[in-house]
Structure formats: structure tokens, C-alpha cells
């Protein structure tokens, strides 16, 4: 029951976040302290992860060839499998999720226990538009990282099959092109964009219900990242049973 009671108070969140807007010039300043914390302030992780598990996805599928009939070319084709539908948008947001889900939760979660959002109440500011709509929009921006992300992961496991010596750049690259099929690509924006949802409101509900004091900010963070988890490979099964089956 406490479990309903949570997601039925997670979609009236979502209700009111989209109502009584604020102001639209004090909304897009806001938005863009949003995306520099939260888009620009990820970039170096994602990008140290993403290059080097690439590489590691490469190298795991190239030593598992060990049957002079497979031809080598699998090894591009299964690290641009594996990064472009799983890797990629899910692993890298479940990562988001401990990083950026924790830093929205703390965040919110301070203003409530310092009574900032009670001040925002009395002015007559709706604390939810005002803190939790600038963070999704900040995020819509989520897929720009996983393109990057993409594109290191694949770029890492190029260089780890040329330089590891499991496969020529050639062979790699027409393993990139075979069978390419561009719905894919839609798919993994597909499920970037509801990750990217679920990121910005599920901390944000997490830090705005917390109760307590400074100690509660950080079990409500690791309870967010917990749920965000959740709630992200759950909707990954779903959309992968909608748009690939």
C-alpha cells in the first residue's frame, strides 16, 4: 500500500509541475543552470565510460572468436550492437542515475529540510515548476550525450581490436556497416528520451516528499538511485518488447 501510495503521489507531482508557470524569463535562466549541472557537468563520465567499455565489449567478443570459420568482421557488428541497443542508453543512464539522480535529490532535498521551498510557497511560487519542469527540460537534451556516448563506444572498440591486434580496421568497419538496420538508432532515442523523463522526475519526487533532516538527504538519495534504476530497467523491457518484437 505504501508502494501505491508513492506512485499515486508521483503522478500528482507530475500534475502540478505543469501548472502555475513561472515566469518564462526566470524559467529559462533556470534551464540553463540545469543543463550546464546536468548535461554539461556529465560529459566527462560518460565519456571516460563509454570509451573504455567499448573497448572492453571489442575485446571480450574478439577472444570468444576462437573458430577460424566465424568471420571477423562479427567483432565491429557486436560492439556496434551491443553500444548502440543496450550500452549506451541504458548502462550509461543507470550511471546517470547514481550521478545525476543523487545530485537532484540532494539538491531539492537540502532546500526542503533549509525550508527554501516553504519560502517559495509563501511568495506564492509553485516549487515543483519551479525546481523540478527546468530539470526536464534540461535533460530532453539527454540524448546529445548518448550520441556521444555512441560514438566513443565505438570508436573504443575500434582502437582496441586494431591495436590489440584482434582485428584490422577494415574488417572492423564493414562489421559496423552489415546488416545495419537505422530503426535501431530511433529505438535507442526512443528509450533515451522516457530514461531522460524518469532521471529528472524520480529524484526530484525523492527530494521533494523527503522528511527529516541532513541525515535523510543522503538515504533519500540512495533511495532515489535505487528507484530511478528500477524504474528505468523496467521501462527498458517494456519499450524493447513494444518497438523490437
Known amino acids: 500500500m505504501n508502494y501505491l501510495t508513492a506512485v499515486g503521489k508521483y503522478f500528482l507531482m507530475l500534475k502540478d509541475v505543469f501548472s502555475r508557470y513561472t515566469k518564462r524569463n526566470v524559467l529559462w535562466k533556470l534551464i540553463l543552470k540545469e ?7 556529465s560529459l566527462g563520465i560518460v565519456c571516460f565510460i563509454s570509451f573504455f567499455v567499448g573497448g572492453v565489449v571489442a575485446i571480450q567478443t574478439a577472444l570468444n572468436i576462437d573458430n577460424p570459420l566465424i568471420p571477423k568482421y ?48 509563501v511568495m506564492g511560487i509553485n516549487p515543483l ?20 556516448s555512441m560514438f566513443l563506444g565505438i570508436l573504443g572498440g575500434l582502437m582496441a581490436s586494431i591495436y590489440g591486434g584482434f582485428s584490422s580496421s ?8 552489415i546488416d545495419f538496420n537505422p530503426f535501431h538508432v530511433t529505438y535507442a532515442f526512443i528509450k533515451t528520451l522516457v530514461f531522460a523523463f524518469l532521471l529528472a522526475t524520480i529524484p526530484s519526487f525523492h527530494g521533494y516528499f523527503m522528511k527529516g ?6 538515504k533519500a538519495s540512495t533511495t532515489s538511485f535505487v528507484w ?17 518484437t
Request: hydrophobic share 55%; charged share 10%.
Open 129 to 148: 515548476n519551479y525546481l523540478v519542469l527546468p530539470k526536464i527540460a534540461a535533460l530532453m537534451l539527454y540524448p546529445f550525450i548518448i550520441t556521444i
Open 213 to 218: 533532516g541532513a541525515l535523510e538527504v543522503g
Open 74 to 121: 562479427l567483432v565491429g557488428f557486436a560492439t556496434r550492437q551491443s553500444v548502440i541497443l543496450e550500452f549506451a542508453p541504458t548502462f550509461i543512464s543507470i550511471i546517470m542515475a547514481g550521478k545525476v539522480g543523487s545530485f537532484i535529490t540532494s539538491s531539492i532535498g537540502t532546500m526542503r529540510v533549509t525550508e527554501q521551498i516553504d519560502a517559495l510557497e
Open 228 to 244: 530511478t534504476s528500477v524504474a528505468i530497467i523496467l521501462v527498458n523491457y517494456l519499450i524493447t518488447q513494444l518497438l523490437l
Open 35 to 41: 543543463i550546464d549541472d546536468l548535461i554539461i557537468g
Open 170 to 177: 577494415a574488417d572492423f568497419v564493414q562489421g559496423l556497416q
